[in-house]
């Protein structure tokens, strides 16, 4: 695993966001809407279209995580308020899905 998609600290910030400190020193922070909104599992986005199955507008703001497990040493799986628990966040995944400046912003991106 590369030190940009390696975990070095996972906390729970106020259950409202999940707050991951990669090895290379990033962090990134997601509202647990944001991770619901974009679960890939197969009741959420078409398994080989990649169409979106879920209407983000139905995930509710104040949604919660109840359980964050890892999942092997590759990806986390969470559990939701809503009773959604199919999802699994590789972290490879959940890195390109950081929401900050520097990284939604794909000029930004050095590659
Ligand atoms: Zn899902
Ligand atoms: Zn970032």
């Known amino acids: 695993m590369?030190?940009?998609t390696d975990p070095r600290e996972?906390?729970?910030i106020q259950d409202k966001?999940?707050?991951?400190?990669w090895e290379d020193g990033h962090v990134s922070r997601?509202?647990?809407?944001?991770l619901r909104q974009r679960c890939a599992c197969a009741l959420c986005q078409h398994e080989w279209t990649g169409e979106k199955l879920l209407d983000a507008a139905q995930v509710p703001q104040d949604l919660q995580i109840q359980e964050a497990a890892?999942?092997?040493?590759?990806?986390?799986?969470f559990r939701f308020s809503d009773g959604h628990a199919t999802g699994i966040y590789p972290f490879e995944k959940l890195r390109e899905l950081c929401p900050c400046g520097p990284c939604s912003n794909p000029?930004?991106?050095?590659?």
Request: proline share 3%.
């Open 10 to 12: 996972i906390k729970n």
């Open 30 to 34: 997601y509202s647990f809407q944001y």
């Open 70 to 77: 890892p999942v092997g040493n590759y990806a986390l799986h």
């Open 17 to 21: 966001e999940l707050e991951i400190t």
């Open 2 to 4: 590369s030190k940009t």
């Open 107 to 111: 000029a930004g991106h050095a590659r």
